[in-house]
């Protein structure tokens, strides 16, 4: 079945002379005890922030969700202009290297990235523009099984070689041969309709007593029934009757058994809506002149956290199972005792804790693009990925399908929240045994699961096991890792039976990778700091080949500082706090004069940017240079709640958002005081959304710490936020309120000492206007006259226009200018 769906510890880091270095020294090399400073090399031309914020398509327009050809021969890829909306798909040849622009006429005949092929490997199925499509893999020859405006949902072969389909509920299985359709359930969300009823009230019976032609009419009703009942039950050419799963319930998920018998349903009630009436944001330039309301998300203050409830059908019995969640360990655990008896004690009163089932979904990862629900592929054995609402629990369970009840094979409880990234997991095939990733080590590693043993690890260390890959012939598990350093990753496979683990590509940057179909080689996405991502062809145990050269000559002639990898001691006993460094043309840690510096907070707080690759922060990489070759000192950091340094840093900011981050930007400060001449006392920050958030809890409760900081698109109240992300770190506010106010920007806003820059895009339906404009209120009202607002009327929140960039980042600029020069 396919799936469609919507980054060793340094003590002390050597930042050594690299402006035109291409790949990243190696991290031992930079290990010293007495930190040497060198500047970096001139810039030819300085850098401008019209060149810097300009449309992005002047360094190159990057190869995009490049996968390989069903044979392994080719390479597709799309290119996509950033002030376009159509993308371009490309064909690259791997034996000559030639790339070809595929005509739309072409389109359709290109081999497909996802789909799925039967257990013979002879044919692969697949979607194409909603409709389904056959391909014979040994002749290329390709069926179209449908034609139809209603769009297919997903699909999966059968152990018939038939393939089932389906969408809205209606599944259907085709044989790819004769193209004979049979359908093998339709489940509508309604009551079932009753029967052909007896009269039983004494005015009905009496009416069937006095009345011929009603009691006729009741008669010919029970004969036209009884026909039908039993015509069914010895008519095989008929289809079966319709499940009926009641009108209060929608499908959330839909899987088909192997053999076509049975179907998994997963279903949420109607009432849960994604919002209400009142949640909209207002357009102010809407096409047709007036202001338009257009529909958001819900809060998370207000934003349903209802479970969903489980089915199995038996499409060959009509038998209609409910699933009980009975057999999760731990299903009616109270795993918010803590935070509720200290909320109940901050309002005076006692929180006596009970048992409870817990609200059960199916486990929602943020990264995959697997389906939660994973049956045997020769088998009627089904396996789910189940998590408890409140986000302490993943549970991986099989599923009796006679019984209707869940059996746990993991559970994974972590008192913060479950990670809603590193949860892929699958069967072996033709074993009773299951792979998954977890991070009950403290760090995502893989293991294996025998059914009625325990589970083993199969990778084991601090380092972050990701993108697993099962090879064709079932032998190796492939995966990401970075073993070598945080901010290094390398692919790396185990073989299953042996345990013996090796390293595949030995990549000096960042990379994602795709194994062939054949198993035999990797499609590789790489990058360096100075590098933006380009195609490569890594053959298992061959010489690693570069596919494409997109980046253009004006990007790749400039002389780009790259930011040097620093490991920062924490003062706070958090071990070691990764950050990029950029230096001053001139560096002199003996000049008299220090340097102003500037602290940037990336986004998304788990996200990783001080890594050895290419920044998704672009503009911001150029924009670092810039203010380097003006005699800034620059540091990025991965404060706690980063991505890729382990669970412990995760889930440091749990109930307490905006505390242990701003620690670290402390010891930013005082390590680039210590190593790099810094001023203490003219430093400066900035960052958008969770960066915006920071740099607002930066000033609001550490007012000496930075002489000015700018936020952008900003988060000011977590109550505001969205529900799957905010209630994983501060629960929900009716249920931890302390954590709320705690960690929302808003609640600290009288702490503004410093000069505050707050700039929003009217159209951001990820972080709400609304909240910069509550914000400014608040600190009107605080009679704080140290802020000023910038606003973007036509910008989301990934502005789009450059002349928006340019003039945010020229304010930017202009108070690091004025305030830290």
């Keep these: 079945m396919i799936k469609h769906l919507a980054v060793s510890a340094l003590s002390l880091a050597l930042l050594s002379a690299c402006a035109t270095t291409q790949t990243p020294v190696s991290p031992a090399a930079s290990e010293a005890v007495n930190v040497q400073l060198k500047a970096p090399l001139a810039a030819a031309d300085a850098l401008t922030l019209e060149q810097i914020m300009a449309d992005p398509d002047w360094m190159g327009i990057r190869a995009q969700g490049a996968y390989f050809s069903d044979d392994g021969q080719r390479i597709y890829y799309n290119r996509q202009p950033s002030a376009s909306v159509l993308k371009d798909l490309y064909q690259l040849d791997l034996a000559s290297g030639a790339k070809q622009l595929l005509p739309l006429e072409q389109w359709h005949t290109a081999d497909q990235q996802q789909g799925i092929v039967n257990l013979a490997g002879t044919q692969k199925a697949y979607l194409y523009q909603g409709n389904l ?198 299903f009616d655990d109270d795993v918010l005792v803590n935070e509720k008896a200290e909320n109940a004690k901050a309002k005076g009163e006692t929180y006596l804790s009970r048992k409870a089932p817990r609200e059960i979904a199916l486990m929602m990862d943020w990264g995959w693009d697997q389906s939660a629900v994973q049956w045997h592929p020769q088998e009627n054995k089904l396996a789910v990925m189940l998590e408890a609402r409140d986000n302490k629990d993943r549970w991986i369970a099989t599923v009796d399908l006679q019984k209707g009840s869940f059996s746990t094979q993991h559970r994974l409880h972590d008192d913060a929240w479950v990670n809603y990234t590193h949860n892929q997991y699958g069967w072996l095939p033709g074993t009773d045994t299951l792979y998954f990733l977890s991070e009950e080590s403290g760090y995502s590693q893989l293991y294996l699961k025998p059914f009625g043993q325990k589970p083993k690890a199969l990778t084991q260390g601090k380092f972050v096991v990701s993108d697993v890959t099962l090879s064709p012939d079932a032998r190796y598990l492939y995966y990401k890792a970075n073993k070598q350093h945080p901010g290094i990753y390398n692919v790396y496979r185990v073989d299953i039976a042996s345990g013996r683990d090796e390293q595949l590509t030995q990549w000096q940057g960042n990379l994602d990778y795709q194994l062939s179909p054949m198993g035999d080689a990797l499609l590789l996405n790489a990058s360096t700091r100075t590098e933006p991502a380009e195609l490569y062809l890594q053959p298992i145990g061959g010489e690693l080949k570069k596919l494409t050269d997109y980046t253009s000559d004006a990007f790749k002639a400039y002389p780009w500082q790259a930011p040097e990898v620093v490991a920062v ?253």
Excluded: C
């Design 133 to 330: 499509f056959v391909k014979e893999l040994q002749t290329g020859a390709v069926k179209q099984l449908t034609r139809s405006l209603q769009q297919i949902d997903d699909l999966r072969f059968l152990t018939s070689g038939d393939i089932a389909y389906w969408f809205e509920g209606k599944v259907f299985a085709v044989n790819p041969e004769t193209g004979m359709t049979r359908q093998l359930a339709q489940i509508e969300s309604r009551n079932a309709p009753g029967n052909v009823a007896e009269p039983e009230s004494y005015l009905a019976k009496q009416q069937h007593r006095l009345i011929e032609y009603v009691a006729l009419q009741h008669q010919n009703a029970r004969a036209k029934e009884a026909r039908q009942q039993a015509l069914a039950s010895v008519d095989p050419t008929m289809a079966g009757k319709p499940f009926y799963v009641g009108d209060d319930k929608r499908i959330v998920e839909l899987s088909v058994s192997p053999d076509g018998r049975y179907i998994f349903l997963a279903l949420a009630d109607k009432t849960e809506k994604w919002r209400e009436e009142h949640d909209i944001m207002p357009n102010y330039l809407g096409k047709d002149g007036y202001v338009d309301a257009v529909p958001v998300r819900a809060r998370v203050a207000e934003a349903p956290a209802g479970g969903q409830t489980f089915l199995v059908l038996d499409s060959k019995t009509g038998k209609q199972t409910p699933v009980t969640i009975e057999g999760l360990i731990g």
């Design 569 to 821: 001691p924490s003062s706070h006993g958090a071990g070691d706090i990764y950050a990029r460094v950029y230096l001053p043309e001139g560096f002199s840690r003996d000049n008299a004069d220090k340097y102003p510096a500037v602290i940037f907070n990336h986004g998304a707080g788990y996200l990783q940017n001080a890594d050895y690759g290419f920044s998704g922060y672009f503009r911001e990489f150029m924009f670092h240079n810039m203010l380097a070759q003006q005699g800034y000192v620059v540091m990025d950091m991965d404060y706690r709640g980063s991505k890729g340094y382990g669970r412990d840093w995760r889930t440091a900011i749990y109930r307490n958002m905006g505390h242990p981050e701003v620690e670290d930007l402390q010891d930013g400060v005082s390590w680039m005081a210590e190593h790099a001449n810094v001023d203490p006392g003219r430093v400066g920050t900035y960052g958008g959304s969770y960066g915006g958030f920071l740099t607002f809890m930066a000033l609001f409760t550490q007012p000496e710490l930075f002489q000015s900081g700018a936020a952008l698109r900003p988060v000011t109240d977590w109550a505001h936020y969205n529900a799957p992300y905010t209630s994983n770190i501060l629960n929900t506010p009716d249920v931890d309120p302390i954590a709320y106010e705690r960690s929302s920007p808003i609640e600290h806003a009288q702490g503004l000492q410093k000069p505050l820059l707050i700039m929003s895009g009217v159209l951001d339906d990820n972080v709400f206007f609304q909240d910069s404009v509550r914000l400014v209120q608040r600190l009107i009202e605080l009679e704080k006259p140290m802020f000023e607002t910038a606003i973007y009327p036509v910008e989301p929140h990934g502005f789009k226009q450059p002349s928006s960039w340019l003039d945010e980042y020229r304010r930017i600029y202009k108070l690091f200018e004025q305030t830290l020069k």
